[in-house]
């Protein structure tokens, strides 16, 4: 009874869940990077172009109470090579891809 068989994983299975592991990373990264980009047009077309260091916090999705229309408030954080400083704040995607901010910048 005290002899306990130890069975090993076959190579093909830790191969095959390798490659899913660093499918799940790579598939992370992308996504990351194109909510990044996709922040970065949206804040130029808002008058913050020259920007680096854009962080993505969060994305919330939020309804009006009034009209039921639902949109979704992104909180972005980045660095504005203009004036120096770090920007902290909320972007609102409203109707008919309308943005509207709400930064504080330090």
Known sequence: MDNKEIRRLPLKTVIIIIVLILAGIGVFILLKTLKQDKMTEIL?????????????????????????YKSKVYKVRFYDNDTNKTCTGFILMGRYNKYTKDFDCK
Do not use: F, P
């Open 44 to 68: 130029a077309t808002l008058g913050h172009s020259n920007i680096k260091k854009i962080e993505v916090i969060n994305k919330l999705s939020v309804e009006d109470k009034e009209t039921r």
